[in-house]
């Protein structure tokens, strides 16, 4: 229904910003602009969309920009609102670029600091780098994880408005293990609970001082909105149905594990798909490796704007074309907590797309079976599955305390600078090549960059 809108002030000269749900064609702004322009010539007009899904006809471009979203042209996108800062204002930031890129911040900073909002705007180096680095921090056999001192004196909070069993304990473990000191508060816990804004929450803990905010919550881009106010760093532990990037990590340090590379290797990635912030991290992860992907679950769970998340990605309603000659299966969680529709009953839903110790004789005879948890025997996954050697679901909990140390190590020493260090006439001894003799050692970035007589300091 179109109906006339009184403007009740002069346009002219005024700093104008419109606002639309979904950007698509450009004409419902062009027809806006024509209204607008009717009234008097304002000084300048902006624009502000919370999705802009592409296939543009006119040119018309958003200045403010929610969330890009690839969409196929015959896609309809449906936009729901959460509430969740329970603040009476809107706040403009200018466009990012880049997750990690500058921002200017309504508080006028021009730093976004280094947190782990997501996979997707990493660079694969710096992915593998976290992988890398998280086989350092694995335990080796029947030992617990060493105890390092590289975070001694950081704090870390732990935000959860969500359950967590794994991702919750993991980081406070992997915390603890590099010597930081780690506070976890549940959503119960927390003073939202008795009605103060979110915001508010976060500008309380960031008033705290600690070097970083790991926080779960049920609202897509609830961590990226909270870091554009902030100056902490804020590591996404999950949000909504958008991403949850430590478990991607983990997930991929569990298949590298197994002496493969991830290139050219089929993961078939089975359940809920529509709901899994799991499988939308671990396509863009795994895309950016060359995996290929299958996702599959039934028809109302698998979206087929799914295709679109990252290159290398197919679909399909068929467990069995999923699964066959597969490498790795990840099986996920049905999210009745994300579902508006009737849930399936669990016995018909496990027919159809739970694994069978039957079905793995598809796969490749390697197989590993992967779910992020908590699983829900005999709905998605049978426990003769759950329990087999082709079971890799501990080994992924255990991987995340490696990963997740890894995570904070980076995150909480990013843009730490590094000293330059110059040792004068130590006694320098290298075994490897028998030197045993007085002199001075240049250290910078944690390197040695030089040793020898009087070596000057710049
Ligand atoms: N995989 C995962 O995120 O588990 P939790 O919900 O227990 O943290």
């Known amino acids: ?196 804004s979110l915001v508010d929450t976060l500008n309380t803990l960031a008033a705290m001082r600690p070097d970083a905010i790991i926080m779960r919550h049920a609202a897509s881009g609830a961590p990226h909105f909270l870091q554009r106010h902030l100056e902490i760093p804020i590591i996404n532990a999950g949000d909504g149905t958008h991403e949850h990037p430590t478990q991607a990590l983990l997930d991929a340090r569990t298949i590298l594990d197994r002496g493969v590379a991830l290139e050219g290797l089929k993961v078939a990635i089975i359940g809920d798909i529509a709901h899994s912030r799991v499988a939308r991290s671990n396509v863009y992860l795994l895309s950016k490796f060359g995996a290929r992907i299958v996702l599959c679950g039934p028809a109302s769970l698998l979206p087929r704007s799914s295709t679109q998340i990252a290159p290398g990605v197919t679909l399909t309603t068929d467990m069995s074309e999923a699964i066959r000659d597969a490498d790795v299966i990840m099986m996920l969680r049905v999210q009745l907590e994300r579902q508006n529709e009737a849930p399936f009953p669990a016995g018909e839903y496990f027919r159809f797309y739970g694994l069978r110790l039957e079905q793995l004789k598809l796969a490749r005879p390697e197989v590993i079976v992967m779910h992020p948890g908590p699983i829900n025997r005999g709905r998605e996954i049978s426990s003769e599955v759950a329990d087999s050697q082709r079971s890799v679901i501990l080994n992924q909990v255990e991987n995340g305390i490696a990963v997740r140390m890894a995570v904070l190590e980076k995150v909480l020493n990013a843009g730490m600078v590094m000293q330059t260090l110059v040792i004068k006439n130590g006694r320098v001894m290298d075994p490897a090549s028998g030197h045993d003799a007085v002199a001075d050692v240049w250290i910078e970035d944690g390197v040695i960059r030089s040793v020898g007589a009087d070596i000057a300091t710049r």
């Open 1 to 196: 229904m179109v109906s006339a809108t009184d403007i009740p002030f002069s346009v002219v000269g005024r700093d104008i910003v419109l606002m639309d749900d979904v950007l698509y064609t450009g004409r419902t702004i062009r027809a806006a602009l024509d209204a607008l322009f009717d009234q008097g010539r304002p000084a300048k007009v902006r624009l502000l969309v919370l999705i802009d899904r592409g296939h543009r006809e006119l040119p018309v471009e958003a200045q403010f920009v929610g969330r890009m979203v690839q969409t196929t042209a015959n896609e309809i996108i449906e936009v729901k609102f959460q509430e969740i800062d329970s603040m009476e204002k809107v706040l403009l930031v200018e466009r990012i670029a880049e997750q990690g890129a500058g921002i200017r911040s309504p508080f006028g900073r021009n730093a976004m600091p280094r947190g782990l909002l997501g996979i997707e705007n990493l660079a694969r180096e710096e992915v593998q780098a976290i992988l890398d680095r998280a086989r350092d921090f694995q335990p080796t056999a029947g030992h617990s994880f060493r105890k390092f001192d590289l975070l001694r004196g950081r704090m870390v909070v732990n935000l959860f408005f969500e359950a967590s069993t794994r991702t919750r304990t993991s980081f406070e473990i992997a915390a603890k293990r590099l010597g930081a000191d780690a506070v976890s508060i549940t959503a119960q816990a927390s003073s939202v609970s008795k009605g103060e």
